[in-house]
T-cell receptor, first 114, second 113 residues
Framework: NAGVMQNPRHLVRRRGQEARLRCSPM?????VYWYRQLPEEGLKFMVY????????ESGMPKERFSAEFPKEGPSILRIQQVVRGDSAAYFC????????????FGQGTRLTVV | KQEVTQIPAALSVPEGENLVLNCSFT??????LQWFRQDPGKGLTSLLL?????REQTSGRLNASLDKSSGRSTLYIAASQPGDSATYLC????????????FGKGTKLTVNP
């Protein structure tokens, strides 16, 4: 059973471009969480999704950021018109259920905006 | 709003020492508390998960305790090794709505040979 798969592992974008980060949850997991780790900061929650639904996006910046988890395929975190401040490590976690269920993390995508 | 604090921010010890990492949280209404390890440029590896009804969990040389009422957890590492060098993160899953983990900023541990 493969773990949570994130790709790409490293992504370089110029200011103003779009970044697309992908997350394939563990088999049998229908709950996905995205977290961001800024340099020298702890991980911060961004968004919680179930298949085809956004459950909690309270940690998402209001502009330029969006997330989806379609019925088929991976979850996508999309950042439009990236700025240098978006440079960070983005981690995805998945769980079988919500609530008090252990979540498993992927290796992360390290986004660098130049 | 749940806040998680980890002390110290960094710790350097000689090989073989026993050590304790501390984690505190402000809202005691939690489902569980989890300790993770993060190596530079890598993802998170779950070390121990303690349910709110439990007092401690052990795995090999690691022992984590939880005192929910006082909002504290400790991670005890016995007979430290250079391979233990990493950043250790504490995270809590809070009851009452949002199902997100709230993380501390971590303790960066260096074990010197």
């Amino acid at each position: 059973n493969a773990g949570v798969m994130q790709n790409p592992r490293h992504l370089v974008r110029r200011r103003g471009q779009e970044a697309r980060l992908r997350c394939s949850p563990m088999k049998g997991h229908s709950h996905v969480y995205w977290y961001r780790q800024l340099p020298e900061e702890g991980l911060k929650f961004m968004v919680y999704l179930q298949k085809e639904n956004i459950i909690d996006e309270s940690g998402m910046p209001k502009e330029r950021f969006s997330a989806e988890f379609p019925k088929e395929g991976p979850s996508i975190l999309r950042i439009q018109q990236v700025v240098r401040g978006d440079s960070a490590a983005y981690f995805c976690a998945s769980s079988r259920q919500g609530g008090n269920t252990e979540a498993f993390f992927g290796q992360g995508t390290r986004l660098t905006v130049v | 709003k749940q806040e998680v604090t980890q002390i110290p921010a960094a710790l350097s010890v000689p090989e073989g020492e026993n050590l304790v990492l501390n984690c505190s949280f402000t809202d005691s209404a939690i489902y569980n508390l989890q300790w993770f390890r993060q190596d530079p440029g890598k993802g998170l590896t779950s070390l121990l998960l303690i349910q709110s009804s439990q007092r401690e969990q052990t795995s090999g040389r690691l022992n984590a305790s939880l005192d929910k009422s006082s909002g504290r957890s400790t991670l005890y590492i016995a007979a430290s090794q250079p391979g233990d060098s990493a950043t250790y993160l504490c995270a809590v899953l809070t009851q009452g709505g949002s199902e997100k983990l709230v993380f501390g900023k971590g303790t960066k541990l260096t074990v010197n040979p």
